[in-house]
């Protein structure tokens, strides 16, 4: 009897002692797979970065699909060192996400994002490296974004063969905006901060960390001549004259001519004209004659700023043209010739000038 309650009772034992084995590796921690919380962050260089644009002009008969401007480029950095370190992951892919509002509908010339502006007619085409833009749903839970890239742990660098891990290279990132004109512009002035938001996270072994570091668009001005210029390289022909007639009273050989604009209404127009051959400086408003074999000596030409070569221009002074009005604008000049010194010599007579329009 006593063996046999010994026997029982030393089996009974074994089996809580079964149990407890059991209940024990039942509780053993395991990593956690797509837990609540957010996971551990890299860290950014800068937390911050601006894209600069600079300002944009745009005429106005300037097609749908024009990038405007210059593009221009920042990089970022992403290092997960302490991620790594820390907790042992075997990789952490950098994600971008909570998005400014995008044009799904418009196809973006590089291939990237279309960033929508408060400025009707102009978005923002942006690009990235090495992975490129993408408002997918690949961002943190699946909102529209993408992975930007994957870091491993096997390319850190450890202490010892086993031991504490010591740096991982970064991630580096590079994004491009571009400016692109998508339907009728008006002026105004717009900025996208952020237009983008950085976080990383472990594949099956964290959720998405905090978002914590922003992308911006900076500050752009948009702005729309009133008027477009329906010649830009204009040849106004003087008549041919004798070398005696520079001998009567100026001006000699008027021609009067014309600038012709396309404008809308409105705004309040100038002109200023600035000499291409060199300006005479005993007159106002001269030019001086190309010189060489063939051209005539002594003999200039005199602009005006009215149709009968009465009020001449000074060279880098603005001549107001009042409010531009809907439709064809045509700006009066004239031009003459001018004799510079003595004596006029026959020949070929030939100069340049050009002129900038200016709206308020």
């Not at 571009?178 to 472990?202: D, E, M, R």
């Not at 752009?220 to 041919?240: E, F, G, H, K, R």
């Not at 009567?248 to 404008?263: D, E, K, R, S």
Request: hydrophobic share 35%.
């Amino acid at each position: 009897m006593n063996n046999h309650q010994v026997n029982a009772f030393f089996r009974f034992h074994q089996v809580l002692w079964l149990l407890a084995l059991v209940a024990g590796l039942l509780v053993l921690p395991t990593k956690p797979a797509n837990a609540a919380s957010a996971g551990p962050a890299c860290t950014p260089a800068p937390t911050s970065s601006t894209i600069s644009m600079g300002n944009v002009n745009v005429p106005a008969n300037t097609p749908n699909g024009t990038l405007l401007g210059s593009s221009s480029t920042v990089t970022m950095s992403f290092d997960c060192t302490s991620v790594f370190s820390d907790n042992d992951y075997p990789n952490v892919t950098i994600q971008v996400g909570n998005l400014a509002t995008f044009d799904g509908n418009t196809t973006a010339p590089s291939g990237g994002i279309m960033f929508k502006t408060n400025v009707p007619g102009i978005e923002v085409d942006l690009t990235a490296t090495p992975n490129q833009a993408s408002d997918g749903p690949n961002g943190p839970a699946g909102v529209p974004g993408w992975e930007l890239g994957t870091l491993n742990q096997t390319s850190c660098t450890r202490h010892g063969r086993h031991g504490r891990i010591e740096s991982c290279p970064p991630l580096s990132a590079t994004f491009t905006a571009q400016l692109v004109k998508v339907g009728a512009v008006t002026p105004g002035t717009f900025n996208i901060s952020p237009v983008a938001q950085f976080t990383n996270y472990s594949n099956g072994y964290s959720n998405s960390a905090n978002y914590y570091a922003n992308l911006n668009i900076g500050s752009v001005t948009v702005t729309v001549p009133a008027c477009t210029v329906v010649n830009s390289n204009q040849t106004v022909t003087l008549p041919t004259v004798l070398a005696s007639a520079f001998s009567a009273p100026p001006p000699i050989g008027q021609t009067p001519f014309n600038v012709q604009l396309n404008c809308s209404a409105g705004s309040p127009l100038s002109i200023t004209l600035y000499p291409g051959t060199p300006a005479f400086t005993g007159a106002a408003g001269v030019l001086t004659n190309t010189t060489g074999a063939g051209y005539a000596g002594n003999v200039g030409v005199r602009l005006f700023s009215d149709s009968s070569c009465t009020n001449a221009i000074t060279f880098g002074t603005a001549i107001s043209e009042g409010t531009t009005q809907s439709g064809t604008m045509n700006l009066p000049f004239c031009a003459s010739y001018y004799q510079t010194g003595s004596p006029v010599s026959a020949g070929q007579v030939t100069a340049t000038a050009t002129y900038t329009l200016t709206y308020q």
